[in-house]
C-alpha cells in the first residue's frame, strides 16, 4: 500500500523559508514521477513542482510562479523527496499535497491533477506579510 506523508508547513513571515518532506512507504521514486501542488481556499490546484528520475539523470519541472525560489529535490536513502522554499511570499499561503503517479504516463502533464493517482493529507504554508 502506498503511502505518501507531508511534514514541515508552518507560519512564516514574508521573505522566510520551508523545507516541506514527502515520506513515501510501499513506492518507488524512480521511473515516477512526484509532484508538489498546493491549494489556496477558493482555488484549483495548482501544481508547483516536479521531478522524475532515472539512475542516469532527472527532469525537474517548476511552475513559473515559483522558479528561482523553489528547490525540489529527492532523498533516495530515506525515499523522501523535499521542497525547499525559499523568498516566500504571502500568495505562497495554501495547503501543500505531495503527489505520486503509479507508473509514467507519457501524455500525462506533471502539472495535471489526474496525472497522479497517490496524494499526501496535505501540509499547510502560511505567509503572512
Known amino acids: 500500500q502506498v503511502q505518501l506523508v507531508e511534514s514541515g508547513g508552518g507560519s512564516v513571515q514574508a521573505g522566510g523559508s520551508l523545507r516541506l518532506s514527502c515520506a513515501a512507504s510501499?513506492?518507488?521514486?524512480?521511473?515516477?514521477?512526484v509532484a508538489w501542488f498546493r491549494q489556496a481556499p477558493g482555488k484549483e490546484r495548482e501544481g508547483v513542482a516536479a521531478?522524475?528520475?532515472?539512475?542516469?539523470?532527472?527532469?525537474?519541472y517548476y511552475a513559473d510562479s515559483v522558479k528561482g525560489r523553489f528547490t525540489i529535490s529527492p532523498d533516495n536513502d530515506k525515499n523522501t523527496v523535499y521542497l525547499q522554499m525559499n523568498s516566500l511570499k504571502p500568495e505562497d499561503t495554501a495547503m501543500y499535497y505531495c503527489?505520486?503517479?503509479?507508473?509514467?504516463?507519457?501524455?500525462?502533464?506533471?502539472?495535471?491533477?489526474?496525472?497522479?493517482?497517490?496524494w499526501g493529507q496535505g501540509t499547510q504554508v502560511t505567509v503572512s506579510s
Open positions: 521531478i522524475y528520475m532515472t539512475s542516469a539523470y532527472s527532469n525537474i
Open positions: 510501499g513506492y518507488t521514486f524512480r521511473r515516477n514521477r
Open positions: 503527489a505520486a503517479e503509479s507508473s509514467f504516463k507519457y501524455g500525462g502533464s506533471w502539472y495535471a491533477p489526474l496525472t497522479y493517482e497517490y
